[in-house]
């Protein structure tokens, strides 16, 4: 087996909303396998993935972060027992274009539990995440979105299951579990000096606008009651002006709906600086 390095940019494309950090790992590299390559030419161009690797571990899956908590090595050890199955394609025919979409499924998460006894009497646990992502630019405007949508097998009784572990134990208890939870979003970004035939003396701003829904308890079992303060719909808008080539400022207002609108909005300002580039020769 190789080490590969892949975070969700791989697995699930370039454009993904800030929500998706509650449903998926926000850093995931996994042990494992990939065959990649490409083919076809110019307006008929592709590129593949197809990976085997570690699965995740049920003993992390929990009503806030659903499945994101499962990825393995806590105890700096992977059981491959039930690994991971990953593909995706993208199509990148089109100059400035990239259109792709990814499959995950992992047979039994159960299985790759610390204790291989846990999760035995209740049966498999199946994974699968389903994610569509899109990407467009060019000099004038940079545009992308994608969704994603996860189903998880057996959560009733996987969430029975996991309120009871121990209380020393690094796991969250918090359950019901969603059987659904689901992302998505979409952002557009104009570059305004590239309306003005790229003058010096114009500022190098983007203006952009996001909207993102995200809710790791978007659907239940029967029986199970979600939790409506993790249902997350937000609207951001703001500019990013590159000061120096290398330097850019930047500043958004996001406003949230919590729960359909059943809980109090969050509005909030904020204002960073940041250093796009390498502080030594690659």
Same mark, same amino acid.
């Given at each position: 087996?190789?080490?590969?390095?892949?975070?969700?940019?791989?697995?699930?494309?370039?454009?993904?909303?800030?929500?998706?950090?509650?449903?998926?790992?926000?850093?995931?590299?996994?042990?494992?396998?990939?065959?990649?390559?490409?083919?076809?030419?110019?307006?008929?161009?592709?590129?593949?993935?197809?990976?085997?690797?570690?699965?995740?571990?049920?003993?992390?899956?929990?009503?806030?972060?659903?499945?994101?908590?499962? $990825?393995?090595?806590?105890?700096?050890?992977?059981?491959?027992?039930?690994?991971?199955?990953?593909?995706?394609?993208?199509?990148?025919?089109?100059?400035? &274009?990239?259109?792709?979409?990814?499959?995950?499924?992992?047979?039994?998460?159960?299985?790759?539990?610390? $204790?291989?006894?846990?999760?035995?009497?209740?049966? %498999?646990?199946?994974?699968?995440?389903?994610?569509?992502?899109?990407?467009?630019?060019?000099?004038?405007?940079?545009?992308?979105?994608?969704? /994603?949508?996860?189903?998880?097998?057996?959560? %009733?009784? &996987?969430?029975?299951?996991?309120?009871?572990?121990?209380? %020393?134990?690094?796991?969250?208890?918090?359950?019901?579990?969603?059987?659904?939870?689901?992302?998505?979003?979409?952002?557009?970004?104009?570059?305004?000096?590239?309306?003005?035939?790229?003058?010096?003396?114009?500022?190098?701003?983007?203006?952009?606008?996001?909207?993102?829904?995200?809710?790791?308890?978007? $659907?239940?079992?029967?029986?199970?009651?979600?939790? +409506?303060?993790?249902?997350?719909?937000?609207?951001?808008?703001?500019?990013?002006?590159?000061?120096?080539?290398? /330097?850019?400022? %930047?500043?958004?207002?996001?406003?949230?709906?919590?729960?359909?609108?059943?809980?109090?909005?969050?509005?909030?300002?904020? &204002?960073?600086?940041?250093?796009?580039?390498?502080?030594? $020769? +690659?």
């Amino acid at each position: 087996m190789t080490n590969t390095h892949h975070e969700p940019i791989n697995f699930f494309g370039t454009s993904r909303p800030e929500g998706e950090r509650t449903i998926l790992p926000s850093t995931w590299h996994e042990n494992g396998i990939e065959f990649f390559g490409t083919f076809g030419r110019d307006y008929t161009r592709f590129s593949y993935q197809a990976l085997i690797v570690a699965g995740l571990n049920a003993n992390g899956f929990d009503r806030n972060t659903w499945i994101a908590s499962g $990825k393995q090595g806590v105890f700096e050890t992977d059981n491959f027992t039930s690994p991971g199955y990953v593909g995706r394609l993208n199509y990148e025919g089109i100059p400035g &274009l990239r259109v792709g979409g990814s499959f995950y499924y992992c047979v039994n998460a159960g299985s790759n539990s610390d $204790k291989s006894q846990t999760y035995a009497s209740i049966g %498999k646990i199946p994974v699968r995440i389903y994610s569509a992502d899109m990407q467009y630019h060019n000099k004038y405007v940079t545009a992308r979105g994608n969704i /994603l949508y996860g189903n998880l097998g057996n959560s %009733k009784q &996987l969430s029975n299951i996991n309120t009871k572990l121990p209380n %020393k134990s690094p796991y969250s208890r918090l359950t019901p579990i969603a059987k659904n939870a689901v992302s998505y979003g979409g952002e557009v970004g104009i570059n305004v000096r590239s309306f003005f035939k790229e003058n010096s003396k114009i500022p190098t701003i983007y203006p952009f606008a996001r909207y993102e829904y995200y809710n790791p308890q978007e $659907k239940g079992e029967s029986g199970q009651t979600m939790e +409506k303060r993790c249902q997350v719909s937000m609207w951001t808008a703001g500019l990013n002006w590159f000061a120096l080539p290398n /330097l850019v400022v %930047k500043a958004d207002y996001t406003t949230r709906r919590i729960g359909g609108g059943s809980y109090n909005s969050e509005n909030e300002f904020s &204002l960073a600086i940041a250093y796009v580039g390498w502080f030594i $020769k +690659k």
